[in-house]
């Protein structure tokens, strides 16, 4: 059963984030290539702007950038071929504590399928295989960095994005940040799993608060995402519940 993932990781050492955030009103979408004999893979980035001569500029200031072609205009976007300077490894090896994990993320069974660069980090949607593929990668994630879950949908195969726009609000969308950490982490451990892998305990002890906090959040968690999913519109239950 492969798991479709949009989250968000928090961290300025990301490729073209120092582009983000000194032009923060651009849309910036990448993707990224096959090795070029051995080199760093060519990313394939997408610019929208008012001021695209300023985000041209910007990008190829970038000391991400070693060559930067454009490829296509028109009047509100540009796309452009750029040869990275450095490997996505040597551009992080400084802000993750383990840079060979690292280049082992790359042979997770999983495909990137959208990936926006904000001013402080990645927003990607990207599918895994599998619950083994989602966990070696969220797990190296959640230890570097701080990382944002937007949405976790699990498909047997059928078109699981259907009817909910990749940047839009979706199911979950009312929940905090905290709520969805507790999800994932409750997630990961299996605590959801019959017969559970994990206890309240466990979950609490990982988040580092009290077990009776982990009960309260994970609760709000389940209403929020009950109030989103099935709740009947104007009942008691679809007002969205306090965050915690």
Request: hydrophobic content about 40%.
């Amino acid at each position: 059963m492969s798991i479709l993932v949009e989250y968000t990781v928090h961290c300025d050492a990301l490729p073209l984030v120092d582009v983000a955030a000194a032009e923060p009103e651009a849309t910036i979408s990448v993707s990224v290539g096959q090795p070029n004999q051995g080199g760093p893979p060519p990313f394939s980035v997408v610019v929208g702007a008012s001021d695209l001569d300023s985000v041209e500029q910007t990008l190829r200031a970038s000391p991400f950038v070693a060559e930067q072609v454009r490829l296509g205009a028109d009047a509100e976007t540009r796309r452009y071929r750029i040869v990275p300077a450095t490997s996505m490894a040597e551009q992080l090896g400084d802000a993750v504590d383990d840079v060979q994990r690292l280049r082992d993320l790359a042979g997770t069974e999983a495909l990137l399928e959208r990936a926006e660069v904000t001013p402080d980090g990645w927003r990607q949607r990207r599918r895994f295989a599998d619950r083994e593929a989602f966990d070696a990668y969220w797990s190296f994630w959640r230890e570097q960095a701080s990382v944002t879950i937007h949405r976790i949908v699990e498909s047997a195969g059928a078109d699981d994005a259907a009817g909910v726009p990749s940047n839009g609000p979706g199911l979950g969308s009312d929940l905090s940040d905290p709520q969805r950490e507790a999800l994932l982490v409750a997630f990961e451990l299996g605590y959801f799993e019959v017969p559970r892998r994990a206890t309240l305990g466990d979950v609490a002890a990982e988040l580092e608060i009290s077990a009776p906090a982990c009960s309260e959040r994970l609760r709000r968690a389940q209403r929020s995402l009950i109030a989103s999913s099935i709740a009947a519109p104007g009942s008691a239950l679809a007002e969205p519940a306090a965050e915690i």
